[in-house]
Every structure is written in C-alpha cells, then in structure tokens.
C-alpha cells in the first residue's frame, strides 16, 4: 500500500520558518508529482503548490509566491514543503499528497495523503 | 473566497438520496474531483475524472457536471457518509488548482 509519511508537529514563532517533510514509501517516487495542501482548524482546504519530484519542477499558488520552497531529495524518497515569514495565520494542519492522472483526467487527482504535520505560529 | 462555491451544509435522511453540488466557471472546461474527509482524519479521493470511483468507494457515489456546476451525488446515504465534502478543479486560468470552500453532509 502506498504511503507518506510526514514529519511530526511544529511550533514557530512569527518570522521564522517550517519545513516539513513527506517520505513516500511502496511506489516509485519520481513518476508522480506531490501538492501539499493546508487546513486551518475547522476551515477548508487550501492548495499551495506542486512539486515534480523527477526534474524538481514546481508550481506555487499565487498566494504562497515568494513565501514557500518545495523541493525533494531522490535518494530517500522524500518531499519537503518550507513556509517563511510565517503569521498567526498559517497555523494549520499540513498535507502532501500524491497526485496521479489518468488518460482522460484534466487536471491531478490526490489519490494518497499524508497523515498531515500541524504547525503552529505563535509568540 | 474560492472559485469553486459550495453550499456550507446539507443533510439527508438514511437511506435517501443527496446531491452536493459545486460552482465556478472554470468547471465549463475542467472536470472535478470530490474528497470526502471525516473528522480528524485526512481527505480520501471519492470521485475523479467527472464520474469514476477509485478502488474501495462504494459505488452510490457517482459525480456529474452540467455548465458550470459539477455534482456529487450520494444514492442511499449511510450514516458512515457523513463527513465534509470538497470539490476540486483548475482554477479560471487553468494554471493552479482550487478546492471549493466544502460542504458539511449530515445523515439523519
């Protein structure tokens, strides 16, 4: 069964940065792009950005531009998403995913998730 | 606010049928996909590619799209189906994605 693994809870205080990572394990990691995906407590879902663990290419949400790094270390398998400058607001629950697509499919479907990393922004 | 609306709640009684439905202009061009999450636990993929259930879903899910709203439509609710659900498309340029603002299901 396909799995990832995230890193465990985090506390920031304002400024600083997180970096969260997300190890995939039972599939080959380089054929499918991860998107990590925020949830602040008893709100919806946000999308942040992808990341193409083969050629390291990414994509970020205009609102996370400037603010968020997403890369990956091949050798292990794993995926890592940074946040900087971080505010009271982005204290979330944090969630990679894996996207898959199909010979019809129009945009990613997250077919795994990761068990989600909270990090909490306070002074 | 999202690009994809979605109604915040809905309730159906057991064993009924509910449709849960989701706007935005982009879904004229792109189909949706539907995440079921329960409390405390992460989002599962319920409906890809407009109408095709991934392996382990029941099949009274069943998704469609019409103009600018994508539906997903529970055929026999069970009290197990209650959860929050998302939609989720490109978002108007095409160029990233966006899940709608979800909706809360309540099985009565």
């Known amino acids: 069964q396909v799995q990832l693994v995230q890193s465990g809870a985090e506390v920031k205080k304002p400024g600083a940065s997180v970096k969260v990572s997300c190890k995939a394990s039972?599939?080959?990691?380089?054929?499918?792009?991860i998107n990590w995906v925020r949830q602040a407590t008893g709100q919806g879902l946000e999308w942040m950005g992808w990341?193409?663990?083969?050629?390291?290419?990414?994509g970020y949400a205009q609102k996370f531009q400037g603010r968020v790094t997403m890369t990956r270390n091949t050798s292990i398998s794993t995926a890592y998403m940074e946040l900087s400058s971080l505010r009271s607001e982005d204290t979330a629950l944090y969630y990679c995913?894996?996207?898959?697509?199909?010979?019809?499919?129009?945009?990613?479907?997250?077919?795994?998730w990761g068990q989600g990393t909270l990090v909490t922004v306070s002074s | 606010s999202s690009e994809l609306t979605q109604d915040p709640a809905v309730s159906v009684a057991l064993g009924q049928t509910v449709r849960i439905t989701c706007q935005g202009d982009?879904?004229?061009?792109?189909?949706a996909s539907w995440y079921q999450q329960k409390p405390g636990q992460a989002p599962v993929l319920v409906i890809y590619?407009?109408?095709n259930r991934p392996s382990g879903i029941p099949d009274r899910f069943s998704g469609s799209s019409s103009g600018n709203t994508a539906s997903l439509t529970i055929t026999g609710a069970q009290a197990e189906d209650e959860a929050d659900y998302y939609c989720?498309?490109?978002?108007?340029?095409?160029?990233?994605?966006?899940f709608g603002g979800g909706t809360k299901l309540t099985v009565l």
């Open positions: 995913a894996r996207a898959s697509y199909t010979s019809s499919s129009e945009s990613p479907n997250f077919d795994y």
């Open positions: 039972r599939y080959a990691f380089i054929s499918y792009d």
């Open positions: 990341m193409n663990p083969y050629s390291g290419n990414t």
């Open positions: 982009s879904l004229r061009n792109y189909y």
């Open positions: 590619d407009k109408n």
């Open positions: 989720k498309s490109r978002d108007s340029s095409g160029n990233h994605l966006v």
